[in-house]
């Protein structure tokens, strides 16, 4: 049976168990549950601290665990990332009071607080900068007003937090994470983690995209399907009227509107747009 770890709480537990349940997996009901069996799928999922996680995969106690990009790269856990799913998106970056005007060069020598240690060592080890990582949890931003530390090193959204502490964001980010799966490294995929891999894919993939069909004047057919190429091409099928043909495309959800607008003004009618539940491609 396979075993899979997923956040047990925080920003990546509600959307980790909702993307499971778009993928067919049973989910626990209740947030006091450790551990829930789903036998039709033969899969036993185990609710852990998200910062656990990769160390369970990577030791080869479980053999999948949904966790973020950041809190495998801080583990140092022996687990490679196997996809991306399109959620629980931040951004690190080094910042710095106001007043100082820091960049990177700045950094060496330097008393830099971050709840991630293992992330930020690696980073500035990449970049040849000898500093001191003070490692505090939970949030850093008055590190410096205190006198802990010089500068912080941690995720950033709006900056605005960072602003009302008298701080500044500088240099290049540190890493782009989301929420990702993992398995242990340097351990051939199973058949039954292929099938998780292709399930989650599918619901990704639907996400992403819609389905958008059209009718289209044979003569504007080329027109119409250079906007909606589809994934490897549009289905294209017969009307009534020999003039006209329906097209079925997959479209991006973002370019939704656009594509569109842009199918209207070549002729295009009967414009319709369907949400894609899930699929395998």
Same mark, same amino acid.
């Given at each position: 049976m396979l075993r899979i770890a997923i956040p047990n709480k925080g920003s990546l537990a509600d959307e980790s168990i909702a993307i499971l349940k778009e993928a067919g997996y049973k989910q626990r009901s209740d947030s006091r549950d450790l551990v829930l069996v789903d036998a039709s799928n033969?899969?036993?999922f185990y609710y852990l601290r998200p910062?656990?996680?990769? &160390?369970?995969?990577?030791?080869?106690? @479980?053999e999948a665990g949904i966790t973020g990009r950041d809190l495998l790269i801080d583990s140092g856990a022996h687990a490679i990332e196997i996809m991306a799913l399109n959620f629980g998106g931040s951004t690190f970056r080094f910042a710095g009071p106001t007043a100082k005007g820091y960049s990177m060069k700045d950094v060496d020598g330097k008393r830099v607080?971050?709840?991630?240690?293992?992330?930020?060592?690696?980073?500035?080890?990449?970049?040849?900068?000898?500093?001191?990582?003070?490692?505090?949890?939970?949030?850093?931003?008055?590190?410096?007003?205190?006198?802990?530390?010089? @500068?912080?090193?941690?995720?950033?959204?709006?900056?605005?937090?960072?602003?009302?502490?008298?701080?500044?964001?500088?240099?290049?980010? &540190?890493?782009?994470?989301?929420?990702?799966? &993992?398995?242990?490294?340097?351990v051939p995929i199973a058949a039954e983690l292929e099938v998780l891999i292709r399930r989650l894919q599918g619901v990704v993939t639907a996400r992403?995209?819609?389905?958008?069909?059209? +009718?289209?004047?044979?003569?504007?057919?080329?027109?119409?399907?250079?906007?909606?190429?589809?994934?490897?091409?549009?289905? &294209?099928?017969?009307?009534?009227?020999? +003039?006209?043909?329906?097209?079925?495309?997959?479209?991006?959800?973002?370019?939704t509107n656009k594509v569109m607008d842009d199918l209207y003004a070549l002729g295009a009618r009967g414009i319709l747009v369907t949400d894609i539940h899930a699929c395998r491609l």
């Open positions: 033969a899969v036993e910062r656990d996680i990769a &160390i369970y995969v990577g030791s080869g106690e @479980l607080a971050t709840a991630y240690p293992g992330l930020v060592q690696s980073h500035l080890a990449s970049l040849g900068i000898s500093a001191d990582v003070v490692r505090l949890d939970g949030a850093v931003e008055s590190s410096v007003r205190l006198g802990v530390a010089d @500068l912080i090193a941690d995720v950033v959204s709006t900056g605005n937090t960072l602003r009302q502490a008298g701080l500044e964001i500088f240099g290049d980010p &540190i890493l782009t994470s989301e929420a990702i799966l &993992i398995s242990r490294k340097d992403q995209y819609v389905l958008m069909d059209y +009718d289209i004047k044979r003569s504007d057919l080329d027109a119409a399907c250079a906007i909606t190429p589809g994934l490897e091409s549009p289905t &294209i099928s017969p009307l009534q009227n020999p +003039d006209w043909l329906a097209v079925r495309a997959m479209v991006l959800r973002s370019e």
